[in-house]
C-alpha cells in the first residue's frame, strides 16, 4: 500500500444524494485511519458546514485535517490552528459586488463566521447554502463589509440565468480570480493562488508525501485542481464527463458507497 493521503469531496462523494455518509463510506474511512492513510475532506463548503461530517467520521481527532472554501482555509481539525487562510479584499469584494448587479444575479461572500448578501430580497440559493452549511445569512450593505474577511464570494441564481451571466465574463475576471462551478446554480469565486490543488499539494509537502502517495476523489468542476496535482485521481461515476477524461480510476457513484469503494479497491488493497 503506498497511497497516505486522501482528499475527498462532500456533495456528489462523500455523502450520497440523501447527504448521509453509508454504512460502507464509515466503515472505509476508519479502515484507512487504522492502516496509517490521512482522509482529508476538501470541499468549498465553510468550516461550519463540515464540522458534523468531521465528528460522524472521526477525523476531528489530533493530527488530522480540513480543506474548506475550496482551498482557502486549511486547518487541523482537533485546535483550529489555520495552516492556509487566503481571503479576499474589500476592494475585491466591492468589484464583484458591483459585476453582480451589473450582470443581474445574486450573489454572496462568505466568512468564517456567516453569509453575507447586499440583496435586500434574499436569494432563495442563499438560503439553500445557509441550511446546507449550517450557517447564518446576514444582510450587510457594501459599506458595511469593510471589516470582513471574506474567504469565498458565490454568484447565484437559476442555472439559465448564471450561465448566460457566466458567458459575459471578461478574461480579466479569470486572470485575477479562480472561478470555478461547483453546482448549476454556483459559479465559487476566490483568490487566484486558491485551489484544492494547491490545499492538497500544501498537506502532502507538510507531511513528506510523494505524488504518487496522494489520490483525490470528486465529482465536479471544483475537484479539477485536486484532480490533476494528485497521483491518483479518482472520479465518481456520477461526476463530471468532462473530469472522467483526467481520471486514472472511475469509481461507483455516491449512493453506491464510491468513496468506499475507491479507498477499498486502490489504498487498501
Same mark, same amino acid.
Given at each position: 500500500?503506498?497511497?497516505?493521503?486522501?482528499?475527498?469531496?462532500? @456533495?456528489?462523494?462523500?455523502?450520497? &444524494?440523501?447527504? =448521509?455518509?453509508?454504512?460502507?463510506?464509515?466503515?472505509?474511512?476508519?479502515?484507512?485511519?487504522?492502516?496509517?492513510?490521512?482522509?482529508?475532506?476538501?470541499?468549498?463548503?465553510?468550516?461550519?458546514?463540515?464540522?458534523?461530517?468531521?465528528?460522524?467520521?472521526?477525523?476531528?481527532?489530533?493530527? &488530522?485535517?480540513?480543506?474548506?472554501? &475550496?482551498?482557502?482555509?486549511?486547518?487541523?481539525?482537533?485546535?483550529?490552528? =489555520?495552516?492556509?487562510?487566503?481571503?479576499?479584499?474589500?476592494?475585491?469584494?466591492?468589484? +464583484?459586488?458591483?459585476?453582480?448587479?451589473?450582470?443581474?444575479?445574486?450573489?454572496?461572500?462568505? #466568512?468564517?463566521?456567516?453569509? *453575507?448578501?447586499?440583496?435586500? @430580497?434574499?436569494?432563495?440559493? #442563499?438560503?439553500?447554502?445557509?441550511?446546507?452549511?449550517?450557517?447564518?445569512?446576514? *444582510?450587510?450593505?457594501?459599506?458595511?463589509?469593510? @471589516?470582513?474577511?471574506?474567504?469565498?464570494?458565490?454568484?447565484?441564481?437559476?442555472?439559465?440565468?448564471?450561465?448566460?451571466?457566466?458567458?459575459?465574463?471578461?478574461?480579466?475576471?479569470?486572470?485575477? *480570480?479562480?472561478?470555478?462551478?461547483?453546482?448549476?446554480?454556483?459559479?465559487?469565486?476566490?483568490?487566484?493562488?486558491?485551489?484544492?490543488?494547491?490545499?492538497? +499539494?500544501?498537506?502532502?509537502?507538510?507531511?513528506?508525501?510523494?505524488?504518487?502517495?496522494?489520490?483525490?476523489?470528486? @465529482?465536479?468542476?471544483?475537484?479539477?485542481?485536486?484532480?490533476?496535482?494528485?497521483?491518483?485521481?479518482?472520479?465518481?461515476?456520477?461526476?463530471?464527463?468532462?473530469?472522467?477524461?483526467?481520471?486514472?480510476?472511475?469509481?461507483?457513484?455516491?449512493?453506491?458507497?464510491?468513496?468506499?469503494?475507491?479507498?477499498?479497491?486502490?489504498?487498501?488493497?
Amino acid at each position: 500500500m503506498s497511497i497516505k493521503l486522501v482528499a475527498v469531496d462532500i @456533495d456528489g462523494t462523500l455523502v450520497n &444524494n440523501q447527504k =448521509e455518509i453509508t454504512t460502507e463510506v464509515f466503515e472505509a474511512v476508519q479502515e484507512a485511519k487504522a492502516a496509517g492513510v490521512k482522509i482529508v475532506i476538501a470541499t468549498g463548503r465553510p468550516i461550519a458546514g463540515v464540522q458534523n461530517l468531521l465528528a460522524e467520521l472521526r477525523l476531528n481527532e489530533p493530527n &488530522n485535517y480540513v480543506i474548506t472554501f &475550496n482551498g482557502g482555509l486549511v486547518q487541523d481539525t482537533a485546535t483550529g490552528q =489555520e495552516l492556509i487562510k487566503e481571503t479576499l479584499s474589500y476592494d475585491d469584494y466591492l468589484d +464583484l459586488e458591483f459585476l453582480s448587479r451589473k450582470l443581474q444575479v445574486h450573489m454572496h461572500a462568505i #466568512t468564517k463566521d456567516g453569509i *453575507y448578501t447586499a440583496n435586500r @430580497d434574499i436569494g432563495k440559493y #442563499t438560503v439553500y447554502e445557509s441550511n446546507l452549511v449550517s450557517m447564518p445569512v446576514f *444582510y450587510r450593505t457594501p459599506e458595511e463589509m469593510a @471589516d470582513k474577511e471574506i474567504v469565498k464570494v458565490m454568484f447565484i441564481d437559476e442555472p439559465d440565468i448564471l450561465d448566460a451571466a457566466i458567458a459575459k465574463l471578461s478574461s480579466d475576471l479569470h486572470d485575477k *480570480y479562480t472561478l470555478v462551478k461547483s453546482a448549476p446554480f454556483y459559479l465559487e469565486v476566490v483568490k487566484k493562488t486558491v485551489s484544492k490543488g494547491a490545499a492538497v +499539494l500544501h498537506l502532502a509537502e507538510k507531511l513528506g508525501l510523494s505524488k504518487e502517495k496522494t489520490m483525490a476523489i470528486g @465529482d465536479e468542476e471544483n475537484d479539477r485542481a485536486m484532480l490533476e496535482v494528485v497521483g491518483n485521481p479518482v472520479v465518481m461515476e456520477n461526476g463530471n464527463p468532462e473530469l472522467k477524461k483526467i481520471a486514472k480510476y472511475i469509481t461507483k457513484s455516491n449512493d453506491e458507497s464510491g468513496v468506499a469503494h475507491a479507498i477499498r479497491e486502490w489504498v487498501l488493497d
